[in-house]
């Protein structure tokens, strides 16, 4: 369903999705062209692990998780993307399948880039190539580290390596806003809500940080670092 959003506005994100950074007014108008604008209500699906990838997305507002489902039901979140991040680009190059679920958390508005789409503005203009490689290369260091944090760190080291590492996307010394409810934290860091909570309750009783709501103060961030490198704390439940 399209959108009644601003041309302006829509350009203005554009420029900011990392596969289109650097490029002429010529080639954002390409790219503006061959988008097409949809929205998704809280809970809607973009694509199912398994779906076959024809194109890939990029949030305008609101947004998405990608996540799988074990076998036993278990979710697991491998990452929350807000406005200007692309997502499920990857299968798409590949030819194959998304490897994973994503949902919209809030009424989210996406910008949707079909792979025959894609494939022709690389052919028109090469540097968004470089780009993407670029792009693919950042979710290959970032995945790396997902799968380091999950299987060699307890709890408490991957809450204050997040802690830290959102501190610096957020572009705040010492502050962290959390745009995502603690169950879906919880889920992204490979636990469960009791324990985050209890995780989170040990880092302040040791003066790390400070809790208000959906606000994180940074009071120590050596020995938020010494905690995210050492992976002391609770266990998984």
Known sequence: MGLDKPLDKVFEIITHIPFFSGLDDDQLVLVRNMATEVSFEKGQFMFYD???????????????KIYKISPEGKEQIFHVFGPGEPFGEVPVFSGGSYPANAQA???TQCLYFSRKGIVNLINQSPPIALNMLAVLAKRLREFTVQVENLSLKEVDGRV???LLHMAAEQGHDDLVILHISKAHLA???GTIPETLS??????????????????IRLLDRQ???????????DTDD
């Open 223 to 233: 020995g938020l670092q010494d905690c995210s490198n050492g992976g002391n704390g």
């Open 198 to 215: 209890r995780s989170l309750a040990r880092l302040r009783d040791n003066g790390l940080i400070q809790v208000d709501k959906r606000e």
């Open 105 to 107: 958390l809030v009424k």
């Open 187 to 189: 889920s992204l860091l």
């Open 50 to 64: 398994g779906d076959k990838a024809e194109g890939f997305y990029a949030a305008l507002e609101g947004q998405v």
């Open 160 to 162: 204050a390596g997040y």
